[in-house]
Nanobody, 126 residues
Framework: QVQLVESGGGLVQAGGSLTLSCAAS????????LGWFRQSPGKEREFVGTLDWSDGSTSYSDSVKGRFTISKDNAKNTMYLQMNSLRPEDTAVYYCAGAEWGSSWSITSPRAYDYWGQGTRVTVSS
């Protein structure tokens, strides 16, 4: 089992920056990847980006590419989402999630993920 706890959400003005954290505990050695998703009211959960837990490679959705950066601190077992140039449309609850090996789902699909954090709310004002 892997436990994930997000933190760092809040209110920020458009154009501003915010960094989210996802602290992982438990059997992280079995993880294929950690990902960030977001969900706004009335919308489906949307892929934001993912980080390969073994080699640290990252990928992003087109909507955040160039503005958001995922990184990790191995010593702290923590993944970060640095969000720059925030827009009102980035307003959502952000979730981190963990995917184990063996899933046939694309790593950009929520269905590929086995563990989820409780979410942290990000509000971007215009």
């Amino acid at each position: 089992q892997v436990q994930l706890v997000e933190s760092g959400g809040g209110l920020v003005q458009a154009g501003g920056s915010l960094t989210l954290s996802c602290a992982a505990s438990g059997r992280t050695g079995s993880s294929r990847a950690l990902g960030w998703f977001r969900q706004s009211p009335g919308k489906e959960r949307e892929f934001v980006g993912t980080l390969d837990w073994s080699d640290g490679s990252t990928s992003y959705s087109d909507s955040v590419k160039g503005r958001f950066t995922i990184s990790k601190d191995n010593a702290k077992n923590t993944m970060y989402l640095q969000m720059n140039s925030l827009r009102p449309e980035d307003t959502a609850v952000y979730y981190c999630a963990g995917a184990e090996w063996g899933s046939s789902w694309s790593i950009t699909s929520p269905r590929a993920y086995d563990y989820w954090g409780q979410g942290t709310r990000v509000t971007v004002s215009s």
